[in-house]
Nanobody, 115 residues
Framework: VQLQASGGGSVQPGGSLRLSCSAS?????MGWYRQAPGKQRELVAR???????TYTDSVKGRFTISRDNGKNTVYLQMNSLKPEDTAVYYC?????????????WGRGTLVTVSS
């Protein structure tokens, strides 16, 4: 599965950005991770093909993940952005078999929140 992400950029605190990621094939779940300088990569939000959504606590109420299964595309609407949201955001797609989990990663897109 190949992933192509878009939508990063620079915004002032309180602003909004929308990330998009298209996959070349289907996946059990798609989502976004982020990695800030000097920190480990962390899950931001994930949505399964059945619509189950997970958010990390720090983005609840501000970020919304959605998915178009027909287009194998996932979106992340980010509102009320804070400087601590600054990071490289990575799209993820996960495929499952009975015995195996395979993660696919897109190239990161930089989100900078600064005044």
């Amino acid at each position: 599965v190949q992933l192509q992400a878009s939508g990063g950029g620079s915004v002032q605190p309180g602003g909004s950005l929308r990330l998009s990621c298209s996959a070349s094939g289907s996946a059990f779940s798609m989502g976004w991770y982020r990695q800030a300088p000097g920190k480990q990569r962390e899950l931001v939000a994930r949505i399964t093909n059945g619509g189950t959504i997970t958010y990390t606590d720090s983005v609840k109420g501000r970020f919304t993940i959605s998915r178009d299964n027909g287009k194998n595309t996932v979106y992340l609407q980010m509102n009320s952005l804070k400087p601590e949201d600054t990071a490289v955001y990575y799209c993820n797609a996960r495929r499952l078999t009975l015995s195996h989990v395979t993660d696919y990663w897109g190239r990161g897109t930089l989100v900078t929140v600064s005044s």
